[in-house]
């Protein structure tokens, strides 16, 4: 089946060290997604890319990673420079930057 | 930038009664519109989406929207819940190149 597959869905790591966050998608879309959210505060933009080997900051990019060095994936990595990693991490991805957006099942991150 | 306002951040509604969960946004150029759920712990899935055409659209679940250029608001409605729709509800507004959502409407069906 096509989709979004993001992995692992629950991931805990020690404060100070890095993590990356996978996410794969079979839909052939361009453009891919990371969004970061915390209890009432919605979806914020972490990092997008529209096209492979090229991607732009978000709103709250500091302290985050990311490459697009194949279509199909879109690893974020989390810093030791993220000042409050704690949160659900959610991957989308869409045909074109206006259309809708598919979404993973997200990845809880905890650090401890 | 574009920004995204859902009025209710909770609304409690019985079984069976209709409900109208709240979305404006401000930007006065042309935009895609939104509507996606979300059950605990897991991603969003699209509800339905303006694009074009006529201002009513109709979704999955029995859900459908209206979409109000003059008062640049996209209210989702449904005129009879079920406990299973019981969940969390993000508005969002997509400009061409990039997605704002709205900070979200939970909703509770009480039976």
């Known amino acids: 089946d096509g989709g979004i597959t993001q992995s692992p869905k629950y991931l805990f790591r020690k404060e100070g060290q890095n993590v990356t966050l996978s996410c794969e998608q079979n839909?052939?879309?361009?453009?891919m997604y990371w969004y970061r959210q915390d209890p009432g505060q919605g979806l914020r933009l972490i990092y997008y890319?529209?096209?492979?080997?090229?991607?732009q900051k978000g709103d709250i990019a500091e302290g985050y990673s990311v490459s697009r060095e194949k279509k199909e994936s879109f690893p974020l990595t989390v810093t030791s420079a993220q000042k409050n990693p704690t949160a659900f991490y959610l991957c989308a991805s869409s045909l074109a930057s206006w259309a809708e957006a598919f979404f993973g099942q997200g990845t809880r991150l905890t650090v401890v | 930038a574009q920004s995204v306002t859902q009025l209710d951040s909770q609304v409690p509604v019985f079984e069976e009664a209709p409900v109208e969960l709240r979305c404006n946004y401000s930007?006065?150029?042309?935009?895609?519109l939104f509507w996606y759920v979300q059950y605990p712990n897991q991603g969003l899935q699209l509800l339905l989406k303006y694009l074009s055409g006529s201002t009513l659209v109709k979704g999955i679940n029995g859900f459908e929207a209206e979409f109000n250029k003059s008062q640049t608001s996209f209210h989702l409605r449904k005129p009879s819940v079920h406990i299973s729709d019981t969940a969390e509800y993000f508005c969002a507004v997509n400009t061409g190149n990039q997605f704002y959502f709205g900070t979200g409407t939970s909703l509770t069906v009480i039976p």
């Open positions: 890319s529209q096209i492979v080997n090229d991607f």
């Open positions: 839909l052939n879309h361009d453009a």
């Open positions: 930007s006065s150029v042309s935009v895609y």
